[in-house]
């Protein structure tokens, strides 16, 4: 027991510089004792219930169902899943674009299930509250990381250091935001400056944890009350000097085409999903009217 606490309190220390006691060879592994690493954690309630909260069965028949993905969508499975296993810098900031019917939500379905049979937190949050409960354990994201309701360019998250809500963003190895492109910039902001703290790692975006972000910039942006096209642009996240930082995984192929019922019905989803495209290329010239 006092091993494993000397350990433990090295590892904390270790993980505020960038390393982890798992680096050295010489020294003994937390994974060497998973009963008290495991008894530890569920002292914290929050990380208690994203451990034990998710139905092992429904868990393990979406990752025994991978296999339906298509390439795209298996592209992008495996680049997110390989940075949760690596989080390298540099290869921990992932955001997912895909018009409607792209098949994100089901993406995001098994990686979350993915991850979090393999015993690790995955975070799933959503800009809006319909939308998280489109994905597995969703929650707001102003909920999850108590985001101010009132934004500006220096705001911070109310994560209290002594809380249980430092501890479970702390051993989250995974947060997904789903419709990202709606929220404020300042919100992805104020997220990152407090992560950074929260994990002592100022160096990297979001203290080093895997983000990744998904929706559709052709849909919703976000509402600035009053404001300017300008001040709408501004709010956006590509806004943000974040952005820059995210890779860009894309998705293309309409699944809603593919499982139409009719030719007719087909042919119209193709013929609109083209018509997005051709609007997100600036190529309005051959866009003819939709009846």
Not at 169 to 192: C, G, K, Y
Request: proline share 4%; hydrophobic share 40%; with cysteine.
């Amino acid at each position: 027991m006092v091993k494993f606490h000397t350990l433990k309190s090295l590892n904390d220390l270790l993980r505020a510089n960038g390393s982890a006691v798992a680096h050295f060879e010489d020294l003994l592994h937390l994974c060497e004792y998973p009963y008290l690493v495991l008894d530890s954690l569920l002292q914290n309630n929050l990380i208690r219930r994203e451990m034990e909260g998710h139905n092992h069965d429904v868990l393990q028949e979406t990752v025994d169902h991978e296999h339906l993905l298509n390439d795209e969508q298996r592209s992008v499975y495996s680049a997110i899943v390989n940075g949760v296993g690596n989080p390298t810098p540099g290869n921990t900031l992932f955001f997912v674009d895909g018009p409607g019917g792209t098949g994100k939500s089901t993406l995001l379905k098994h990686i979350l299930a993915k991850v979090r049979l393999s015993g690790k937190i995955a975070l799933a949050v959503a800009s809006s509250g319909i939308a998280s409960l489109l994905i597995m354990g969703g929650r707001t994201a102003h909920s999850t990381f108590k985001i101010p309701l009132k934004l500006n360019d220096t705001s911070t998250c109310s994560i209290y250091k002594q809380s249980h809500l430092k501890g479970l963003i702390q051993n989250a190895s995974l947060v997904i935001w789903d419709e990202a492109p709606m929220t404020h910039r300042q919100a992805f902001e104020a997220v990152d400056r407090s992560l950074r703290d929260l994990m002592n790692n100022d160096e990297e975006p979001f203290g080093g944890k895997v983000f990744v972000l998904s929706g559709d910039f052709r849909q919703i942006l976000p509402v600035v009350v009053r404001g300017t096209p300008a001040q709408t642009i501004d709010a956006c996240l590509k806004s943000s000097t974040l952005w820059p930082k995210f890779q860009q995984l894309h998705l293309r192929e309409n699944m809603r085409v593919m499982s139409a019922q009719n030719e007719s019905t087909a042919t119209e989803l193709a013929e609109f999903s083209e018509f997005l495209f051709k609007w997100e290329r600036g190529d309005t010239r051959s866009i003819r009217p939709l009846d």
